[in-house]
């Protein structure tokens, strides 16, 4: 109720941008793909250092929590990005892939650093090497580990993946067909310094 003494009262947000009695007209499509690149809940498959770097990008600093991205999601039945950071060993091949088929359509996959993407530096029998050959992958980001401002990149390619998506998918079976986005490294490494002799 506004008060007397002061007959102004604040609007905020969309109410500030309307009349009074005023309408909006969009596509539903349009609404709907807002709704779904504003509210993603990531399901986190971190099993090495890029979990911490994971970790990193919901805190403070990079704040993940600006993008719809309130909580990390451990129900894979509640969650619809799979973010999988770190390696997959070929024991944990078949819980990567459970995980994948209980969440809900749609739903869209980041494979993050060079152990996920390409197995890394662990070329032997029992690492996977690269997740997208038993899983679709709709963005790639590179890096060993990659920095929290690598993996926001990768979920902005995602949002606006989201926002290009028709209703129903364009895929032959009704699904989404995986984008592979690979994105290109943020910074360049510096030559390290090299001892010229012992002394």
């Known amino acids: ?33 807002w709704a779904r690149r504003s509210s993603l809940w990531p399901m986190p498959f971190a099993t090495a250092c890029c979990g911490i770097e994971l970790m990193a990008t919901a805190s403070s600093r990079y704040d993940l929590a600006r993008f719809g991205m309130e909580r990390m999601s451990f129900s894979p039945r509640q969650a619809d990005l799979l973010i999988v950071a770190g390696r997959v060993a070929v024991k944990m091949l078949p819980v990567l892939q459970r995980i994948y088929q209980q969440m809900a359509e749609p739903k869209w996959v ?36 990659p920095r929290p401002e690598q993996l ?7 949002q606006r993946m989201i926002d290009e998506d028709r209703i129903p998918p364009k895929g032959p079976d009704g699904r989404r067909v995986p984008a592979n986005i690979v994105l290109a490294p943020t910074h360049r490494p510096t030559a390290q310094p090299v001892a010229l002799g012992l002394r």
């Open 1 to 33: 109720m506004p008060d007397a003494s002061f007959p102004y009262t604040p609007r905020m947000g969309i109410e500030a941008a309307l009349p009074v009695e005023g309408f909006m007209t969009t596509q539903l499509q349009r609404v709907i793909n």
């Open 110 to 145: 980041i494979s993050m650093g060079a152990c996920a993407s390409t197995g890394g530096v662990f070329d032997n029998y029992a690492v996977v090497q690269g997740c997208d050959q038993f899983i679709p992958v709709d963005v790639y980001v590179p890096g060993c580990p």
């Open 152 to 158: 926001l990149e990768g979920i902005m390619a995602i």
